[in-house]
């Protein structure tokens, strides 16, 4: 069934619709759009209304596009994507040093390494506005969602465009309360036994710097599990057990960072739209972050003076 665009109907509404149709409720959808849910409600009202058939059914798992809805969608996506390239187009024959510059990030991810490189930025350019958008989720650069990404993984998809910009290290930290209440021998040859874990809920293999914790320690109990790395990090502040952070995460938090074998690292990329490549004023954001993250690569590294004065920290977990 092909779905006939009507001529007076409204992007709002067809933007709305769409949002639902992917997140499959109108409370998503409206946080999704940063809309009111009774504004989401009302735009497809419209919608229906203009195009004279029903898109979605409303059922016990959600809402679910009928077969008009369906076909809705894919119109309505042909448009989306015709809309997204042509704005990237625009936006890449930009050459002013001025305007916003929408830069996503994982919520923990070295705060004052970021804001540190912001604040000179706006010195330099202080008509670059960063619009920061610290979220644990992958916002399309496709879709304009983002104009720029700091992911740790060499990014995928043939339109994208990165560039490393460092590498960041973890390490197994407690502390001082937990290690004097658990003096259990060192891992890995305890196999962690008397020992309790932050792990994350995530068992895929996403967290493969987690995932070498357990296996270096299968005997040992699990005391939280968090996908919040500003969850594992109070945790492990709090003396609820050993935790797997970044070496950047716990610089200054107080914690003891334990000998261990190597764990997995994660590189860092800086990720765009191949369309905006050539924005100045994005590749200037860029450009300021990936001088700041490689000049706080001993950061990242873990290289941290303090702790080659640390008694605690030199023995491993409990050990002589």
């Known amino acids: 069934m092909r779905f006939c665009m009507e001529a007076d109907l409204e992007w709002d509404d067809l933007r709305s619709f769409l949002a639902i149709a992917r997140e499959g409720t109108l409370s998503a959808a409206a946080r999704r759009l940063g809309v009111r849910q009774s504004t989401m409600g009302r735009r497809l009202a419209a919608l229906e209304a203009k195009a004279g058939v029903r ?5 016990p798992r959600g809402l ?3 077969a008009a809805g369906e076909a809705a969608r894919a119109e309505v996506e042909r448009m989306e994507h015709a809309a997204q390239a042509a704005e ?3 936006s890449g024959r930009d ?6 510059v929408r830069l996503t990030t994982v919520s923990d991810f070295a705060p004052s390494v970021l804001v540190t490189a912001l604040a000179k930025l706006a010195t330099r350019y202080p008509g670059i506005v960063v619009e920061l958008i610290a979220d644990d989720r992958t916002l399309s650069l496709a879709a304009r969602e983002a104009d720029l990404a700091i992911r740790l993984a060499r990014p995928r998809g043939k339109s994208l465009r990165g560039r490393r910009a460092g590498v960041v290290s973890f390490g197994l930290y407690a502390s001082a309360g937990y290690l004097a209440a658990h003096s259990a021998p060192a891992l890995p040859g305890s196999q962690g036994e008397g020992h309790r874990l932050i792990l994350s809920r995530d068992e895929t293999g996403v967290y493969a710097e987690i995932d070498a914790l357990t296996e270096m320690a299968p005997k040992a109990a699990v005391a939280l599990r968090t996908d919040s790395r500003a969850a594992q990090l109070a945790a492990a502040r709090a003396g609820l057990g050993i935790a797997v952070l970044g070496h950047h995460v716990v610089a200054g938090e107080g914690l003891i960072r334990l000998d261990s074998p190597p764990l997995p690292v994660r590189e860092i990329w800086l990720v765009q739209h191949e369309d905006t490549r050539d924005v100045p004023r994005i590749r200037a954001v860029a450009d300021a972050l990936a001088a700041a993250m490689h000049a706080a690569a001993p950061l990242f590294a873990g290289n941290d003076p303090a702790r080659s004065d640390n008694p605690a920290a030199a023995g491993g977990l409990g050990g002589p």
């Open 95 to 100: 050459v002013r040093l001025e305007g916003t």
């Open 64 to 66: 679910r596009l009928t």
């Open 88 to 90: 990237r187009a625009v």
């Open 55 to 59: 898109l979605l059914d409303r059922t």
